[in-house]
């Protein structure tokens, strides 16, 4: 295309090795004085400024990774689509999100600020105790009772440190960054089991989730503690 345009946003990612995505048109930026012709297929993103080196050195002419994944945020249809393009680089290792967190200090961008903001954070940090956090919160302005918070539990496995649970039987893990990485799944079902077959019950509510669909996980976790409550009345 020439003129200084680079492959950008989630074609970036895709050039970089990014997966398990199937997005057929081609995402392109150039800055917003330089003329670019119409092609079939290709999307142009205009840019009131370029970043210093924000390209790669060498092949395809495209964004650096960290970059376009915060573009690909900005560009994408829907809050659940920002996200997805900001995870998964990272649950990919084609980025860091110590890379996307320096990055998102030079680039901010006009769409959903806060959501990418607390989003990067998220990810940098796990945000396993922030979850547990906005869980409790949540769940009060619901109308249900405080839970008790890291709960500590024996197990086969030795003990365990439940997120949150609530005296009827009602556990909720919430499931951050780290719960994806590593042997961290494996651990997570043999605990789930464990903890099951002394028969509380578990649900479970990835971060991300919290961040996007709160209201559904939260009718589970309402229903969950009102048929608990029930069967405990007997």
């Known amino acids: 295309m020439g003129g200084g345009a680079l492959v950008d946003g989630v074609s970036a990612l895709q050039a970089a090795g990014l997966r398990g995505l199937a997005e057929e048109i081609v995402h392109v930026s150039v ?3 330089k003329r670019a012709p119409d092609v079939e297929g290709v999307e142009v993103h205009k840019l009131a400024r370029r970043l210093c080196d924000d390209d790669m050195p060498t092949g395809l002419p495209r964004t650096r990774p960290a970059l376009a994944a915060l573009r690909a945020a900005q560009w994408a249809v829907s809050d659940r689509q920002a996200a997805l393009f900001l995870v998964m680089p990272v649950q990919q290792r084609i980025v860091t ?14 769409r959903r600020r806060a959501l990418v903001a607390r989003l990067i954070d998220d990810i940098v940090d796990g945000a ?5 956090l906005d869980l409790a919160a949540l769940c009060r ?3 249900l009772p405080s839970p008790e918070r890291q709960v500590v539990v024996d197990g086969r496995g030795g003990r365990y440190y439940l997120d949150v649970r609530w005296k009827i039987g009602l556990v909720v893990e919430v499931d951050g960054r780290h719960h994806l990485e590593g042997a961290s799944p494996l651990e997570d079902m043999l605990r789930q089991n464990d903890i099951a077959m002394r028969s509380d019950m ?9 961040r996007l669909e709160p209201d559904a996980f939260l ?8 048929l608990l409550s029930l069967r405990a009345a007997g």
């Open 31 to 33: 800055h917003k004085l």
């Open 97 to 110: 999100g110590e890379h996307l967190k320096e990055a998102h200090q030079w680039y901010v961008g006009r």
């Open 128 to 132: 396993q105790a922030l979850g547990e």
């Open 141 to 143: 302005a619901r109308g």
């Open 202 to 210: 578990i649900l479970r509510v990835p971060l991300l989730g919290l």
């Open 219 to 226: 009718d589970q976790i309402v229903e969950a503690h009102r």
